[in-house]
T-cell receptor, first 113, second 109 residues
């Protein structure tokens, strides 16, 4: 069974640009969660999607948004990029019910110049 | 403060046992997890324990749960250099997962 796939693996952008990251969950998983990981702040929850609806949301500004498609694939978008958005963005999928464990992709490393 | 707390660093010698500790605050948490992160990779699920269990063993890994003290530990027997990584403790309740800051385990030959 294929794991969680995130694309691209690496991305370099400049301030003010916008970026879209993609996540394909494990087959059969309906929940997709996004996290931002930085050395200073650790792992921070961005949002979770289940059946194309945002079910949970963390404490990030509106520049961070996401969506989920009918095949459970998810995208995350960050607009008006800032230097502080440089981070590893991790996606995790789960069945979505009954506190099933989350399975992570290898992440997209975003660098803002 | 953090909902889930872990010490930041642990250093052991190859062949010794490693014990990574974690405390959590939500007594309603139903599952508790241990993840491993190697450089350049995502988090790999190592093991998890349901909150009504005290212990779970899986090969070299032993998870102990003290629900009264809200304390979780991960013991790695016969620690190898390949075990060097960051280990994250996490709790979940109602599909909401919370992670600790991670413990960096260094294994010296």
């Amino acid at each position: 069974k294929a794991g969680v796939t995130q694309t691209p693996r690496y991305l370099i952008k400049t301030r003010g640009q916008q970026v879209t990251l993609s996540c394909s969950p494990i087959s059969g998983h309906r929940s997709v969660s996004w996290y931002q990981q930085t050395p200073g702040q650790g792992l921070q929850f961005l949002f979770e999607y289940f059946s194309e609806t945002q079910r949970n949301k963390g404490n990030f500004p509106g520049r961070f948004s996401g969506r989920q498609f009918s095949n459970s694939r998810s995208e995350m978008n960050v607009s008006t990029l800032e230097l502080g958005d440089s981070a590893l963005y991790l996606c995790a999928s789960s069945l979505g019910s009954g506190n099933q464990p989350q399975h992570f992709g290898d992440g997209t490393r975003l660098s803002i110049l | 403060g953090e909902d889930v707390e872990q010490s930041l660093f642990l250093s052991v010698r190859e062949g010794d046992s490693s014990v990574i500790n974690c405390t959590y605050t939500d007594s309603s948490s139903t599952y508790l997890y241990w993840y491993k992160q190697e450089p350049g990779a995502g988090l790999q699920l190592l093991t998890y324990i349901f909150s009504n269990m005290d212990m779970k063993q899986d090969q070299r890994l032993t998870v102990l749960l003290n629900k009264k003290d809200k304390h979780l530990s991960l013991r790695i027997a016969d620690t190898q250099t390949g075990d060097s990584a960051i280990y994250f403790c996490a709790e979940s309740r109602n599909n909401d997962m919370r992670f600790g800051a991670g413990t960096r385990l260094t294994v010296k030959p």
